[in-house]
């Protein structure tokens, strides 16, 4: 290791010894300022490539992130369409409506009039799936609730219970009301 990396292409011809004699005085006098000045000699171009190093780094990170949430929301979609095609209830286009809200449209699905009635006693829940409403248990639809807040859309169990913060708490309501 005799020869240095500056000897070793001066002998295969790569620069001159003019070049290589700058070359060294020229590192000479970045380590003579160095320790005369006690600060460091800032190199702009390692500088600018440590940033975008740390820039890279950081938009890589954010997209592993989105890709990772993305994932995990396929994932979760996969596991409600799942509970819901297993659980859901055979429809046998019922001849009773029941009108339930989905956002802020009321809407309407025909069942048997035992099915309304689970429905009405918070036993059963109506899930939204591509665009379709099933009716499923309501022990279903709370692990639905847990995973996805949005697919359960009709669930009596979800309503207020008589008595906490409800205004007409004081009157009775019907058993036949149909609306």
Known sequence: MANSLGDQFLKAGLVSKDQLK????????????????????????????????????????????????????????AQVRQLIEANRLPQDDGEVGYNFQDGAVIRKIFVSAEVRDKLARGLLAIARLDGRYEVIPSDVAGKILLRDETCIVGSAASQPENGQDDAYADYQVPDDLMW
């Open 22 to 77: 700058k070359a060294k005085k020229s590192k000479s006098k970045q380590q003579h300022q160095k320790i005369k000045q006690k600060t460091e000699v800032v190199d702009e171009a390692a500088v600018a490539a440590r940033q975008a190093a740390a820039e890279k780094a950081a938009r890589d990170r954010e997209l592993n992130r989105l890709q990772r949430e993305d994932v995990e929301r396929k994932a979760v979609q």
